[in-house]
């Protein structure tokens, strides 16, 4: 029996149960998609797909209730699908494992999928619950957002009929949602030159890890570490006060989770090798030191490692190695307008050391698009000093205010009467879909809410169990209330 089979609300639980053993990485929908197709056929709901596979069902008004407007739920069938090193698990096949402590539901080395799983569930939930007397409902489950919104941007013109927007993807309780930043990654290619790697070395490898990452939009505020970025530091340090053979520098996986593991292989005259230690503990000692408070359990050690094949040669190495450690991580400003939001960042994501280049991302993001553009500039201008070249894709859209939102108002009375206070409202540093689906649908208002999810696209992800309940209880509401 699964630990989550009798929580409540029963049908959100139990469908989220289901979603955590489908395979559903980012690009690799198929299976959701089908479990999603066979729902509507088995409640016999209408059900439409476009050309990038977005899915809608649509459940029709109850008797009475014609007249009421339709309301879209939307959430997105992808997750970030990020692991431990150390923990054996293929994505491809392997259900998530769950963990309850209390209140808290994680799962076991692995993100749990709550972003946007959750979303998913109580969509389906509130499609199949027959004690609730509805208007119409269109339940939009999109692809591939979590790697640059793309089902959203190629969603149809006629897929939509509602023009009122509940998106489920926050993941604060109690927030109301009314705009995000947009964004855009930045991928930079560097040409290296490699030469055989010498015989007369010592080989070792440096390892980054126990860091705990994050969303580069929700968590980028709280300036954790970034493995990549900690491990350019200690490179840049003793390529700086020793001659060493760089073979390989590993860190990072997806471009909106915070690196929290990175390598590199490296060779040494033995001579140098204990001194060049000794450094690597001293200045992984002050790191750790230095990120302590945010990251506890930072780990920087050393394995020795066999000859490689090759290493890089002397000029693509230093310069590699400066342009990573130019190149910028983290908040770069914050609002003007909005306490504590930030405005403008970017996420050090990516490096990889391929047959003849390295390659590299970043993902900005901006509430202010002027304001992307500069940054993003910013990062070309680096790049061509070093001789690399920059490829952009175009920027998704942010998402802005409108604090005049009919269905903002209405939410906002139904909180407060619900609840005895007034929600928060507020725009966020993430990306968020609405903004992109309501230039689509003209006249969509839109807010987005959801249950309390911290730390998605890491390991850490979890979700407050108790406001799952107030979560969906509150979505129902709104519905009946339009």
Wanted: charged share 25%.
């Amino acid at each position: 029996m699964s630990i989550i089979e009798n929580m409540k609300p029963e049908l959100v639980w139990k469908q989220f149960d289901a979603i955590r053993k489908i395979p559903r990485c980012s690009k690799h929908e198929e299976k959701i998609r089908e479990y999603l197709l066979d729902f509507a056929d088995k409640h016999g709901f209408d059900v439409k797909t476009d050309e990038v596979k977005n899915v809608v069902i649509k459940k029709d008004a109850a008797k009475g209730m014609e007249n009421k407007p339709i309301v879209v739920l939307q959430s997105h069938m992808d997750m970030v699908c990020e692991k431990n090193s150390d923990v054996d698990f293929d994505f491809s096949k392997d259900p998530i494992a769950l963990k309850v402590d209390g209140d808290i539901l994680t799962a076991d080395g692995t993100t749990l999928g709550a972003d946007d799983g959750i979303g998913i569930a109580a969509s389906l939930a509130i499609l199949e619950d027959t004690s609730l007397s509805l208007g119409a409902i269109e339940a939009l489950f999109t692809v591939d957002e979590e790697t640059g919104l793309t089902g959203a941007f190629a969603l149809s013109s006629d897929m939509l009929d509602g023009r009122i927007l509940l998106n489920l993807d926050s993941e604060d309780w109690g927030v109301l949602t009314v705009g995000c930043a947009g964004g855009g990654n930045s991928d930079i290619t560097l040409p290296i030159k490699k030469q055989s790697a010498p015989s007369d070395k010592e080989w070792f490898k440096i390892n980054v890890s126990g860091l705990r990452g994050g969303h580069s939009g929700v968590d980028v505020n709280e300036q954790r570490a970034n493995a990549v970025k900690v491990l350019i530091r200690i490179l840049w340090k003793i390529s700086n006060d020793y001659d060493i053979c760089v073979s390989e520098i590993f860190g990072g996986d997806k471009h909106n989770a915070i690196p929290r593991e990175s390598h590199a292989i490296l060779g040494v005259s033995k001579n140098d090798k204990s001194d060049i230690i000794a450094l690597i503990e001293k200045e992984s000692n002050a790191i750790c030191e230095e990120y302590k408070p945010i990251d506890p359990n930072c780990s920087i050690t050393t394995t020795d490692e066999t000859i490689p094949e090759t290493i890089l040669e002397k000029s693509s190495q230093k310069t590699l190695i400066d342009l990573m450690n130019a190149l910028p991580h983290g908040v770069d400003k914050m609002s003007y307008d909005i306490e504590g939001l930030v405005e403008t960042s970017t996420n050090c994501a990516k490096i990889r050391i391929e047959k003849d280049v390295a390659s590299i991302q970043l993902s900005s993001r901006s509430s202010i698009m002027s304001a992307l553009h500069d940054f993003r500039n910013r990062i070309h201008a680096i790049v061509n000093l070093a001789g690399g070249t920059v490829i952009e894709d175009e920027p998704y859209p942010g998402w802005k205010p409108n604090l005049q939102s009919n269905i903002l108002k209405l939410s906002k009375e139904i909180y407060t009467k619900k609840y005895g206070k007034e929600p928060v409202v507020e725009a966020i540093h993430a990306g968020l879909e609405c903004g992109i689906i309501g230039e689509k649908f003209d006249g969509m208002d839109a807010i987005s809410i959801g249950p309390t999810v911290k730390y998605p696209h890491s390991p850490e992800e979890q979700v407050h169990i108790s406001t799952v309940s107030k979560f969906y209880d509150f979505v129902v509401e709104i519905i009946k209330s339009v």
